[in-house]
């Protein structure tokens, strides 16, 4: 049985990886938490045990001690329970904490779209037929005219176009 080949992928800016996962604690890491992994860390990464660089480590703790880091890390970061921990806390603080009970209301409300009508008015397609103006044509190519006026009495559907594309053109 051949050996599994191990592939060295590049590494992810420390960012995207997020002080939660460098330091291997939770998003609800109290600081004595923080501090102990932060010192495991340190340890490993001065033994080379560790492939993540102490100054990777050490921004890690600056970033979980600041608050305002903390939270820009939790949405930035690849620690998608980060995420969900945010979106919690939030549901928590806007709900009172009991299921189903809103202490807001959204601003921003659909309308009902069944009796709206635009505030610009939509010219009908016989009055846009009417103002179409076919230009002279030259009488040396009479089926012109023709394939022109037949054009402009075509139904128009803009959703339904079929457009040449970029490779046919060339």
Avoid at 133 to 139: A, D, H, K, Y
Avoid at 157 to 168: F, Y
């Amino acid at each position: 049985m051949a050996a599994p080949v191990v592939l060295e992928l590049a590494t992810l800016p420390r960012e995207q990886i997020g002080p939660f996962l460098l330091l291997g604690v939770s998003k609800e890491a109290t600081k004595d938490q923080i501090e102990e992994n932060w010192s495991e860390r340190l340890k490993w990464a001065r033994r080379n045990t560790l492939k993540v660089p102490l100054e990777d480590v050490n921004w890690a703790k600056d970033a979980l001690n600041d608050k305002e880091r903390r939270i820009r890390a939790d949405v930035a970061s690849l620690n998608l329970d980060a995420c969900d921990s945010l979106v919690r806390s939030l549901v928590r603080r806007y709900t009172g904490g009991t299921k189903g009970a809103l202490l807001w209301q959204p601003l921003d409300c659909e309308k009902p779209l069944a009796d709206y009508e635009p505030a610009a008015e939509v010219p009908t397609i016989e009055s846009v037929r009417s103002g179409l103006v076919v230009p002279p044509l030259p009488e040396d190519a009479p089926a012109v005219t023709h394939l022109v006026r037949q054009l402009a009495q075509a139904a128009l559907d803009p959703w339904n176009l079929d457009l040449p594309s970029q490779d046919r053109q060339a």
